[in-house]
């Protein structure tokens, strides 16, 4: 009898941190490696969040709490949607877990029946498929073209759907795109889902705040009421105030969603940590000038990979609205040899020649169910953003 279970079977490990881990490795031998491949701030938490910690560990919160979330955070939760999104939620529509990861997790494990689907728009976050296959579910997928902004048009949701159908999961900005959906994008997806009232909207909204130009954020429940009753709004603290470490994500929702899932995690997990919570309170309640000084950061690096790339042979990169990332196409590298004799016949060749030799890590777009790309994380300083983006140069002009 074979140790491991047949679900795990269905499943792959992040591909994200597989190549993370190989950068790692090299840089362990001594080599001069780059790795953008990571999706987090390389900013530390903003000093106000770390004291809160500090202060709830002397304040005595060092045990067990509500397991889906203190009410304290809770509330700060519903006044965030209140604030920033116009959505009126109450306490017990919310829920609070280990990081947006665990949302999600919680969402389709609570939900999904085998042969249910769920619709993801490609290119999308690596663990979305596997979590749903995890879950038992199908994932089925389309494609968001470069050509349309990498967003999904509603005439393929329309098609997509069927009545197996139980989410379509959004994520504005993407990753791994940096894509935003806009509120006319958003109002043509509405309008199919008004259509398809058996269809649940699971809104991965963990990028929010990081969105550039004139770029203005919406979330689905926001732009048309009429789907709130199926929605789960997704966000966290992670992306948006550097506590990827600290691992805080919440959801909301109709309560009866809500119930279920906190339902599975106290069989799971139980509650976040005590300590996150009361520093993720903070982030919330506290001043937040964070968000806008590292928004313009972001921006500029933005700019800079963007230009970077697209002084590259071969590569095209659009301009994204937001998130960390860049999705470049190498569509004109394909079938070409590089300077060591590797020969491109795939963004995963791309990425592996590009590793070895030059030392510059990202991720092949594969993994995210587009090619041939690969993503950038340019969460990094303008100085190693300037020294990778010279690399792939020099690599590019080496193909032949
Ligand atoms: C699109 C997307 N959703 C959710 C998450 C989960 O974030 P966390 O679990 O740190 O809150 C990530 C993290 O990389 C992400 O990129």
């Not at 309560?255 to 309170?281: D, F, G, H, V, W």
């Not at 070895?356 to 991720?363: I, L, M, R, S, Y």
Request: with cysteine; charged share 20%; proline share 6%.
């Amino acid at each position: 009898m074979s140790l491991l279970s047949q679900t795990l079977a269905r499943v792959k490990p992040s591909p994200t941190i597989a190549i993370t881990g190989r950068a790692r490795e090299l840089a362990a031998e001594g080599r001069d490696i780059i790795s953008l491949s990571a999706g987090e701030p390389d900013f530390d938490t903003p000093a106000h969040i770390r004291e809160a910690a500090k202060a709830a560990i002397d304040a005595g919160h060092t045990r067990y709490t509500a397991v889906d979330g203190i009410p304290e955070l809770k509330r700060a939760i519903c006044d965030k949607f209140a604030r920033e999104n116009g959505l009126d939620y109450k306490p017990s529509q919310v829920t609070v877990g280990t990081g947006g990861k665990q949302i999600l997790y919680n969402a389709l494990m609570a939900t999904l029946n085998p042969g249910d689907e769920v619709i993801i728009p490609a290119p999308y976050w690596v663990s979305y498929p596997d979590m749903v296959l995890l879950a038992g579910g199908t994932p089925v997928v389309i494609e968001g073209a470069m050509q349309n902004g990498y967003r999904i048009t509603p005439e393929q949701l329309e098609a997509a759907i069927t009545p197996r159908t139980k989410w379509v999961i959004l994520n504005s900005p993407s990753n791994p795109t940096g894509a935003g959906y806009g509120e006319d994008h958003l109002r043509g997806l509405a309008d199919v889902l008004m259509r398809h009232p058996h269809v649940w909207i699971l809104s991965d909204d963990i990028y929010e705040h990081l969105v550039f130009d004139d770029f203005r954020f919406v979330t689905p429940a926001q732009v048309e009421p009429g789907l709130k009753s199926r929605t789960l709004t997704m966000n966290g603290v992670s992306k948006a105030y550097a506590m990827t470490g600290w691992r805080i994500g919440y959801g909301a929702g109709p309560e009866e969603l809500i119930r279920a899932m906190a339902k599975l995690q106290s069989q799971s997990t139980s509650n976040p940590c005590s300590i996150s919570q009361y520093a993720a309170l903070a982030a919330l309640e506290g001043p937040q000038d964070y968000i806008n000084e590292s928004r313009a950061v972001f921006q500029r690096r933005r700019d800079l990979v963007v230009a970077g790339l697209n002084a590259c042979p071969g590569i095209d990169c659009p301009v994204p609205q937001g998130a960390f990332y860049v999705y470049p196409s190498i569509a004109a590298l394909i079938g070409k040899t590089s300077a060591a004799g590797t020969v491109i016949v795939d963004d995963e060749a791309f990425a592996t020649a590009l590793l070895d030799e030059t030392g510059v890590a990202v991720v092949f777009g594969a993994a995210f169910g587009l090619s041939p790309h690969f993503r950038i994380s340019y969460a990094t300083s303008d100085e190693v953003l300037a020294d990778a983006c010279a690399r792939i140069k020099r690599f590019c002009e080496g193909l032949r």
